[in-house]
């Protein structure tokens, strides 16, 4: 099993292009979360989606938007990438958010830079 | 305001050295508490996750407390390895969120 898996490794974006962020996961998890973590910042939730179908607006939502494709895939798209916006990107995946013990595999992440 | 913070930012010890990270938090109300280990440029991997009701938790070289009354947690690291060298994240559980510490960085050289 490949675990999470996020494309791409590495991005270099000009302000004000678009792009978007994949995941996937090969574990059958029915939730799915996107964070960013920022140089002396614990990581911050994005957005996550707690089961196909539905997604939440996390800790810093603006600027970004998601997709949860089906129960393996759940993807973040930045619509008018911003400086701001640099930062390292990850994708995590749990078996069910409202269980009292959950836990979080993430992926490798993605690193971003917006000039 | 829920918060994590740890202690120290950054450490270094030599291969064989134990050490000890600290994790004070204010997050209410709290339900568990989870240590993980993120390499460079890896996403992080947990290394034990503590209930409320529990004191200890070991994994392998590394040693987890909690105590819930002061909202204390520390990770213990024995005899350290190089592969030890590491960001190590303290995590508490809020409801449905997780809010993560900023992490100590440990370096191990031989």
């Known amino acids: 099993n490949a675990g999470v898996t996020q494309t791409p490794k590495f991005q270099v974006l000009k302000t004000g292009q678009s792009m978007t962020l994949q995941c996937a996961q090969d574990?059958?998890?029915?939730?799915m979360y996107w964070y960013r973590q920022d140089p002396g910042m614990g990581l911050r939730l994005i957005y996550y989606?707690?089961?196909?179908?539905?997604?939440d607006k996390g800790e810093v939502p603006n600027g970004y938007n998601v997709s949860r494709l089906n129960k393996r895939e759940f993807s973040l798209r930045l619509e008018s990438a911003a400086p701001s916006q640099t930062s390292v990107y990850f994708c995590a995946s749990s078996e069910q958010i409202r269980h009292r013990s959950y836990e979080q595999y993430f992926g490798p992440g993605t690193r971003l830079t917006v000039t | 305001k829920n918060q994590v913070e740890q202690s120290p930012q950054s450490l270094i010890i030599l291969e064989g050295k134990n050490c000890t990270l600290q994790c004070n938090y204010t997050v209410s109300p709290f339900s568990n508490l989870r240590w993980y280990k993120q390499d460079t440029g890896r996403g992080p991997v947990s290394l034990t996750i503590?209930?409320?009701?529990?004191n200890t938790k070991s994994n392998g070289r590394y040693t987890a407390t909690l105590d819930a009354d002061t909202k204390q947690s520390s990770l213990h690291i024995t005899a350290s390895q190089l592969s030890d060298s590491a960001s190590y994240i303290c995590v508490v559980r809020r409801a449905d969120k997780l809010i993560f510490g900023t992490g100590t960085r440990l370096q191990v050289f031989p």
């Open positions: 503590m209930t409320f009701s529990e």
């Open positions: 989606s707690a089961s196909e179908g539905t997604t």
């Open positions: 574990m059958n998890h029915n939730s």
